[in-house]
């Protein structure tokens, strides 16, 4: 069944990389970069998860989360049938990837085993931060590429995106970088910028709005989750003696 469930996570992200990519051609012209960072965000879990890297099922599950949440705005709206396929899918994702058969193929499989040598506490935060990162790097994308984006957001974006690729090669800054993201997208929310920018979420190019308006500052903001995680780990690190860090 791992088989299974690994290609039925496998098609859900590909069916969203080509909803993604499609809304960013077709859709309106304002959105092209914010639709297509989506595609690019899908498209490397669909890789990951696809070429069995060690932190692939993380990423994927922390992207299945991401979509997962969307199913609070139904408490809002009603059932509304776009929405619900939308969360339902992407909880299906988070779920198909669950277990410790799963885990066998990527985080502790020989290979990772060999190549990476994980302790079993820095395996716990490692997987952490990546699941944190996949949970919140979309609504980063969606608030930094929002219609009209501004040079703060531009900034959170690329300390986002550098950070996230350093906390995958295992580089420690890569957490501060993406902290610094969220705390740009905390300030901007709060209106230290000026006024708050207004994202959308839609679900197909002809429309399907989800959400919008100025919340997006707020979701982003959530990639403070990230080194937040992390924290308790850096505490106590800096509290051995300094003979013992070395």
């Not at 429309?207 to 989750?225: C, E, M, T, Y």
Request: proline share 5%.
């Amino acid at each position: 069944m791992v088989g299974i469930r690994r290609a039925l996570a496998l098609l859900l992200l590909g069916f969203y990389v080509t909803q993604f990519a499609m809304t960013a051609w077709l859709g309106p012209e304002e959105m092209f970069a914010c639709y297509l960072g989506l595609a690019l965000c899908y498209g490397t879990a669909f890789i990951a998860l696809g070429a069995e890297w060690f932190w692939g099922r993380w990423f994927a599950m922390g992207v299945g989360n991401f979509g997962s949440l969307l199913l609070l705005v139904l408490f809002k709206v009603g059932f509304e049938p776009m929405i619900a396929f939308f969360g339902f899918t992407h909880l299906a994702i988070a779920v198909f990837l669950l277990g410790e058969g799963m885990a066998a193929r990527y985080e502790h499989s020989e290979a990772t085993a060999e190549r990476w040598n994980f302790q079993d506490e820095s395996m716990l935060l490692m997987r952490r931060a990546t699941l944190s990162a996949g949970s919140t790097i979309p609504f980063l994308i969606l608030y930094a590429l929002a219609p009209r984006p501004d040079a703060v957001q531009l900034g959170a974006l690329g300390l986002g995106v550098i950070g996230l690729a350093a906390l995958l090669a295992r580089r420690t800054w890569g957490a501060l970088a993406i902290g610094g993201a969220g705390v740009l997208a905390l300030l901007d929310a709060i209106g230290v910028f000026g006024t708050p920018p207004a994202g959308y979420l839609l679900l197909s190019p002809s429309g399907g709005l989800i959400i919008h308006g100025p919340a997006f500052a707020w979701l982003a903001a959530l990639v403070l989750l990230v080194p937040l995680g992390l924290a308790p780990a850096c505490v106590r690190y800096l509290r051995r003696p300094s003979d013992a860090r070395g």
